[in-house]
């Protein structure tokens, strides 16, 4: 994808000003290109690889997260398997659905939508999971075979920021990079991925000393850390490229991380919010499903 294509905002590239990265034209093209091979696959005699997701509870936000995985599948030619169980479903109930969802052939990928009630442990049932399946990427085995370079199911919002930077062509590669935030379902994760792409990665958070002089440090900065427009235009360094995953409510709308109106003036290249990480995230977890299929498959 050529950078007219990327940077698809008016006024783009000029001085003073960063070019904004839409996550929503690349993840499109993500999309059309998973939607092709889908069909390819269906085309030869196969069938269309399945998503599961398990939704226990009824927590409305949830379940509007659920429903947008689902229609993205049927946008793309892939199959959607729901689970629905109650509030009050039990330990052993939760399992045995994940084992069910394990061993149904038709199922290539399986996503337990979190959180779940309190009385379950989401981490339990997750990593329940077959690591084949693990389209989310969160289980141990996934969490293992990414410290250690090994092929597998990567997270799907880190992963979209990996796409993000290519389709920019921001090569992290021996470059300075930081990303806000700790944990394990993005920051660490993040880090490891840019640790394979030979950055030089820094993993920050809210202990660390004097956050903004270390921000101003990166050539590529990543903010994960749900605080609406911590980051400031002055924690930035000049041309760096800044990579918003924050997804923050408030009277305004959403809202990042970072404050995009001072940042936009300082940094070279800069993603939205909304419009780019969080388009990246879905349109990654329909190419782990299919990854999981053809690797099935294989």
Not at 7 to 21: C, D, Q, T
Not at 31 to 54: I, Q
Not at 109 to 129: F, K, M, S, Y
């Amino acid at each position: 994808m050529g950078l007219s294509n990327v940077y698809g905002v008016p006024g783009l590239g000029k001085r003073g000003r960063a070019r904004v990265i839409d996550g929503k034209a690349i993840a499109k093209a993500e999309r059309e290109a998973v939607a092709l091979a889908v069909a390819r696959l269906v085309a030869a005699g196969g069938h269309a690889p399945a998503l599961a997701t398990v939704l226990i509870g009824d927590d409305p936000a949830s379940a509007v997260y659920v429903g947008s995985k689902i229609k993205a599948c049927e946008e793309v030619g892939l199959s959607s398997v729901h689970r629905h169980l109650p509030a009050d479903a039990s330990r052993e109930q939760a399992l045995a659905l994940i084992d069910e969802l394990n061993s149904d052939p038709r199922v290539s990928g399986i996503l337990c939508q979190l959180p779940v009630p309190a009385h379950l442990d989401g981490t339990e049932l997750t990593n329940r999971i077959d690591p084949g399946k693990d389209v989310d990427g969160l289980t141990v085995a996934s969490a293992g075979r990414l410290a250690l370079g090994l092929p597998g199911l990567r997270p799907c919002t880190p992963a979209g920021v990996m796409a993000m930077l290519e389709h920019a062509e921001v090569r992290p590669a021996g470059r300075d990079t930081m990303v806000l935030g700790r944990s394990n379902l993005f920051g660490k994760p993040m880090a490891q991925m840019l640790i394979a792409a030979d950055a030089t990665a820094t993993v920050c958070h809210s202990r660390t000393a004097d956050l903004a002089a270390r921000c101003r440090e990166a050539d590529v900065l990543i903010a994960a850390v749900g605080r609406p427009r911590m980051v400031k235009g002055s924690w930035i360094k000049p041309g760096a490229t800044v990579i918003d995953v924050g997804i923050n409510r408030g009277p305004a709308g959403l809202v990042g991380d970072v404050d995009f109106e001072e940042a936009v003036a300082v940094a070279g290249a800069i993603s939205p919010v909304p419009g780019g990480v969080g388009p990246m995230t879905i349109a990654r977890l329909l190419r782990n499903t299919l990854q999981a299929a053809q690797s099935n498959v294989d």
